[in-house]
């Protein structure tokens, strides 16, 4: 696609198909890491919503652990979709996203110049108790439609950023994230580790935990 595709009748030189593939694949993966070690955790340490996400993979993919998993079963795998968001607002992949005002621009009666840089953190948005209450709880309903349409600002959720210059590769992580939690849960029940551990971040280009993620694997029984 990036071959055949041309720009004000240009195709695209070799550094920018370069700079295009670079993206899909350094920006793909460790974020892509990040997002299921979390997730996997987080349904480890909350055996309810797991159990409710596992029941709705079974009724859709059925008991063979064999049938191959479709784009269509996917898109009908709504729970994981709220279970996805809720991962992502406590621990979005990318904790800070780095933004240049291009017009002075007035917000909430300050002014901020052009040329200034801004920047926005999805981490502390997202557990704000303004935006979401008892935000440390992890509640995949508050993402439900009737929820959801209470939120007095759109831009309150944006772990894959937002505008002209968000996350292009949104849908593919979110498929490669949906893939990889069905697979694992038709095989294993996920535990939390015997030892309990408190939370601590590194938050670089990449949120990641501080002493790496702990599960344990228990072959599932059905």
Do not use: W
Not at 63 to 70: H, S, Y
Not at 152 to 172: D, E, L
Request: proline residues 8%; aromatic residues 10%.
């Amino acid at each position: 696609m990036l071959l055949q595709s041309t720009i004000d009748g240009q195709p695209l030189t070799d550094l920018e198909i370069r700079e295009e593939v670079d993206t899909f694949m350094f920006e793909g993966h460790d974020t892509t890491t990040s997002a299921i070690s979390f997730l996997l955790q987080s349904l480890a340490n909350n055996p309810d919503v797991q159990q409710k996400t596992f029941e709705e993979v079974l009724s859709i993919v059925g008991g063979d652990r064999t049938t191959p998993i479709t784009m269509a079963m996917l898109n009908d795998m709504h729970y994981l979709d709220l279970v996805i968001k809720e991962t992502l607002r406590l621990y979005p992949s990318v904790p800070m996203i780095g933004r240049k005002i291009v017009q002075t621009t007035e917000i909430n009666g300050k002014m901020f110049p052009a040329g200034a840089n801004a920047i926005i953190m999805p981490f502390f948005m997202g557990r704000n108790p303004e935006f979401y209450p008892n935000p440390e709880k992890f509640d995949p309903e508050r993402f439900t439609v009737e929820t959801s349409a209470e939120k007095t600002n759109p831009y309150q959720y944006v772990p894959f950023s937002a505008g002209p210059r968000n996350c292009i590769g949104q849908k593919f992580a979110i498929a490669e994230l949906k893939s990889i939690t069905s697979k694992v849960l038709r095989h294993y029940e996920i535990l939390p580790p015997e030892e309990h551990r408190d939370e601590s971040f590194i938050a670089e280009m990449i949120l990641r935990p501080e002493h790496g993620t702990y599960v344990r694997l228990k072959p599932r029984v059905y």
